[in-house]
């Protein structure tokens, strides 16, 4: 971003990585295969790079709303330096904190999560991910992200992209609305589950795996890191990948 | 005779209203401690919301046979108590069936649908006896359903069944009076479900029909009357408060949390940039941060917990409760009520040495929540438990410190390396290294 405002360019979207997709070494292929769609489909775009920092949502949920506000502010303040008006992101946590939260602190932009600029670049032709037959025919199951299911209400997005892979989509028992959570939500992610007599991901994994699917397609980094955890859990690595949405079509593109 | 009868009903009708009120006056005191909210944007969404979710109790139909079961309740509570107007007519003015000559046929027509009404929620409420205590839905015994709130549940369905009873009967017995030609009883025509009770009563003698076919009706009545002031103690207020609290509902995109203003000031102060509000101009005391006791949720929050009817669907939904934890979000409403109450009662008030968070919800409970929606999205009437575990949370962070150890060294991380893990910022953009080459 730095060098583009360098060379008096803006670009029309800010990629937001996030902490999973910087330093997170699965979800870092995430990031790389959603640029290179990006590149290849030669969207102007910026990544903040070392600019970026937390958006403060697991601060948040966690009740350090300081903590929150002080990142949320600094971050409105590099956003208004580079003039940024449209943000895309991967991460749902990302993706509904910048949305959602970040008017209230006067950073009002227009957010994107990746499942909705993948279906769009679908819709509008410029990826065909089809035509690689890379997944043709194959099951893939979906899990749907709370943050971005019902805390925003973006459900279809995503099965569209999957669906543009000419794939079979099958449904878990519980799915959209209904959706079972990864167990990462809500700051869960940086701490140890409270005494229980089971995991969350198991339990979720074990809906993924009565699909007979062998991909489950996700869309958030920490679904991602939940369910590949699940799926180590049962031992079934060999049978069952997960993939972000992202991966799949770069696959299917052959980036 | 008909004097006396006339005077006790309406004692007995005074005692109610002013039970009831006094009663409702307690529980707007309750929601009143809670913290100011404005709810009252957007009214034609409100409107709709509760148009939809209350009245036509949309999110029921989640679950279609408890809902089916459940709309003939509604529907029967809400037709069946037309007829309570008759009762009060006829009892302050001591006549009897004062509408059935006005009528006429419709007047059976009527009365054969509240009848048909009467036996659905008959068999809805035996259905729903059946559910709860030999089939034994899971959601209906966990361990915050105690004692009380599984009594309660059970006498509500019980008194529905004994006031649908007393319909039936009533109209029976009134029938073979009219057959007999007894003094006062207006032909009603005679009405389907109940007609098929006559044999019960065809060979009693008028005057032992007129003491049953009386104690039917102060039966009925006294039970409605009896059954309104119940139901403001009991779990079973939501027939009421659904409504109200559809409208003032959360509009927001359910993701979004809040901003707290009073830390927006100080933060702005800290990082140096212009505060919209004067400094001077704040108010002296700036309050918790977060919620140690009922007194610091918004009002909304209190008028959730007298809303929850303890169905139990949040909880079954919750992937903390469904893997052992101890969160239950229906736990943390029925907590959160019984703290209300505790406090409107007691002339202490706040200052009784208690708080709801400690004494009524424990930290192992809200550090459980994955923030996940499931239960905000289960309620039938727009509950939402979620805020109140985040305003708790808020307060055990910002007042105590006494977040989980792994959370406090999260913060540390975001502190210092602007990430919730401890890597170097430095190493942000290392992902692109081998991009960078092509």
């Known amino acids: ?255 | 005779m008909h004097i006396i009868q006339q005077l006790i009903f309406i004692l007995v009708l005074a005692s109610a209203t002013y039970l009831l009120f006094k009663r409702i006056q307690f529980i707007r005191k309750g929601i009143k401690l809670g913290k100011p909210l404005s709810r009252s944007d957007n009214p034609s969404a409100r409107w709709r919301s509760m148009a939809l979710v209350a009245f036509g109790q949309k999110k029921m139909f989640k679950k279609p046979l408890p809902a089916l079961l459940h709309l003939f309740v509604y529907v029967g509570f809400l037709v069946i108590n037309i007829e309570v107007l008759e009762f009060i007519i006829d009892g302050i003015a001591g006549t009897h069936r004062i509408f059935a000559p006005f009528l006429g046929g419709t007047y059976t027509i009527l009365l054969s649908f509240f009848e048909f009404l009467a036996v659905a929620v008959f068999v809805a409420c035996a259905v729903f006896l059946i559910r709860r205590n030999i089939v034994k839905v899971a959601r209906f015994h966990k361990p915050e359903m105690t004692a009380w709130p599984t009594l309660d549940a059970n006498l509500i369905l019980v008194f529905e069944i004994l006031l649908t009873s007393a319909i039936l009967l009533m109209n029976a017995s009134d029938q073979v009076l009219q057959a007999k030609g007894a003094e006062h009883y207006t032909p009603t025509g005679q009405l389907f479900f109940s007609s098929f009770l006559i044999p019960l009563f065809q060979n009693s003698e008028v005057s032992t029909l007129i003491i049953l076919e009386r104690f039917f009706w102060w039966f009925h009545i006294i039970g409605i009357l009896g059954f309104a002031v119940y139901v403001t103690y009991s779990k079973h207020l939501h027939i009421f408060m659904a409504f109200p609290n559809t409208y003032f509902a959360n509009l927001k995109p359910m993701g979004q949390i809040d901003n707290m203003y009073n830390v927006t000031n100080e933060v702005k102060l800290m990082l140096g940039l212009p505060s919209e509000t004067d400094v001077s101009e704040s108010p002296a005391e700036v309050g918790r941060f977060g919620a140690k006791d009922v007194n610091d949720l918004t009002w909304k929050s209190l008028m959730d917990s007298f809303t929850c009817t303890e169905c139990g669907r949040c909880t079954a939904e919750c992937p903390a409760n469904q893997t052992g934890k101890k969160l239950s979000p229906r736990g943390i409403m029925m907590a959160t009520r019984d703290r209300v109450e505790e406090v409107a009662k007691s002339e202490k008030g706040l200052e009784d040495g208690k708080s709801l968070l400690g004494d009524y919800i424990s930290k192992e409970e809200i550090n459980a929540c994955t923030s996940c929606n499931a239960c905000v999205e289960a309620c039938p009437v727009l509950i939402d438990p979620l805020s109140i575990i985040l305003e708790l949370r808020r307060y055990v962070s910002m007042e105590e410190s006494g977040s989980p150890a792994a959370w406090n060294a999260m913060f540390q991380n975001i502190e210092t390396n602007f990430a919730p893990w401890k890597f170097a910022p430095t190493d942000r953009f290392n992902w692109a290294d081998d991009l960078k080459e092509v």
């Not at chain 1, 208004?80 to 992101?89: D, L, S």
């Not at chain 1, 099951?139 to 459900?155: E, F, M, P, Q, W």
């Open chain 1, 1 to 255: 971003m730095a060098e583009m405002a360098a060379k008096g360019e803006s670009p029309e979207i800010l990629f937001w990585v996030g902490c999973a997709g910087s330093f997170d070494d699965r979800y870092k292929s995430v990031t790389k295969a959603f640029v290179k769609i990006l590149n290849k489909v030669g969207v102007s775009f910026a990544v903040l790079g070392q600019e970026e920092t937390c958006t403060g949502d697991p601060a948040r949920r966690a009740g350090n709303e300081f903590l929150f506000q002080m990142q949320a502010m600094s971050n409105i303040q590099v956003f208004e330096g580079y003039n940024v008006k449209k943000i895309v992101t991967a991460c749902p946590h990302c993706f509904n904190t910048l949305k959602n939260e970040y008017p209230a602190l006067g950073g009002n932009y227009e957010v994107i999560h990746h499942s909705t600029f993948l279906q769009q670049l679908i819709d509008e032709g410029k990826v065909k991910p089809a035509d690689g037959q890379a997944f043709k025919g194959q099951k893939i199951t979906y899990h749907d992200s709370c943050y971005l299911g019902r805390a925003n209400n973006v459900y279809e997005a995503p099965r569209k992209v999957l669906e543009a892979l000419d794939i079979e989509l099958v449904e878990m028992k519980r799915c959209k609305t209904n959706g079972l959570c990864c167990g990462a939500g809500g700051a869960q992610m940086f701490k140890d589950a409270e005494p229980g007599n089971k995991e969350i991901n198991v339990e979720r994994t074990e809906d993924a795996l009565e699909t007979g699917a062998g991909i489950i397609a996700s869309a958030c980094p920490f679904c991602l890191t939940m369910l590949s955890d699940g799926i180590k859990a049962k031992e079934k690595e060999e049978e069952i990948k997960v993939y972000d949405l992202a991966e799949l079509i770069a696959q299917a593109e052959d980036l």
